[in-house]
């Protein structure tokens, strides 16, 4: 077993106690010799412990238990049998948030729908467009390769040291750089990179900035669905962050509670 097919086939499942003997074994043995992963395993039982204290059970209406029988009685006999066996494995996009999670989103969606979308907005429109060119190519500043190179940078810049730390997700500082705009606004990108895609992180200043409306608060971080990609907002006083990405909120939770935004030395 390696690194990536724990991750992808063992993690939810271990943590769940729904290994079989075979399993936990060879689990067992990798994470012997896998510091990362059993950090991972950490991660995910943290957050699970928290989904449960924080997300209330309630009755399902009856016509979406109807709707759930239905699903599962037009399962074939060889999907419920692999589901009865554990060969139905979970993929890595449900490890981080799990079945508690994955039963609350249903129920929000299903009772209150997903809301009106969020009406075009210019800085997102160039947020979007930062991160999309930054899946192609990143122009990166060559002394800003490390989180406290960075740290120092955007204290000289805006005053505060604090960075972004994504290795709880397996993401690690890709490259940075700092812009000068024409209007002597100042914007810094650092740029993330793991197996499990990117994050982009633009820092910028703005006196009269206001959060637009609806959003999803978790852990200080008010997140957007916009343009097929998920926008963060974080404020330090006049000072604004965007957290650019294709992961979901709930994927970008274990950073989120255990690699805020810190100051490089601590």
């Known amino acids: 077993m390696d690194h990536r097919q724990y991750i992808e086939q063992y993690l939810s499942a271990d943590v769940d106690g729904e290994l079989s003997a075979p399993e936990r074994q060879a689990v067992a043995a990798h994470l012997a010799n896998c510091a990362d992963c059993r950090q991972l395993q950490g991660d ?10 924080r997300i209330p059970i309630v009755t399902a209406p009856p016509e979406l238990r109807r709707r759930i029988s239905a699903a599962l009685d ?7 049998a692999a589901r009865r066996t554990g060969r139905a494995r979970r993929p890595l996009w449900m490890g981080g948030v799990g079945a508690l999670a994955a ?19 210019k800085g997102f429109d160039g947020a979007v467009k930062d991160y999309l060119s930054s899946e192609q190519s990143f122009a990166s500043n060559s002394a800003l390769g490390s ?3 960075l740290a120092v940078a955007l204290a000289s810049e805006f005053g505060y040291p604090y960075v972004w730390d994504f290795s709880p997700l397996g993401m690690n500082l890709a490259g940075a750089r700092i812009e000068h705009l024409p209007g002597g606004q100042t914007v810094a990108y650092a740029l ?10 633009i820092n910028f200043r703005q006196l009269d900035y206001q959060l637009p409306p609806g959003g999803q608060e978790l852990h200080g971080v008010r997140f957007y669905k916009y343009k097929d990609l998920n926008i963060g907002v974080v404020r330090y006083g006049t000072v604004f962050c ?5 992961l979901t909120p709930s994927q970008m939770a274990p950073a989120l509670v255990v690699g805020a935004p810190r100051t490089a030395t601590s």
Do not use: D, F, H, W
Request: hydrophobic share 45%.
């Open 74 to 80: 037009s399962e074939t006999a060889p999907e419920r």
């Open 44 to 53: 995910e039982r943290a957050l699970k412990a928290l989904l449960q204290q």
């Open 147 to 149: 989180l406290p190179q």
């Open 192 to 201: 993330y990179k793991g197996a499990r895609g990117s994050i982009l992180c």
């Open 242 to 246: 965007y957290l650019v990405t294709r």
């Open 103 to 121: 039963a609350a989103v249903l129920v929000m969606v299903l009772l209150k729908g997903m809301g009106p979308p969020l009406p075009s907005n």
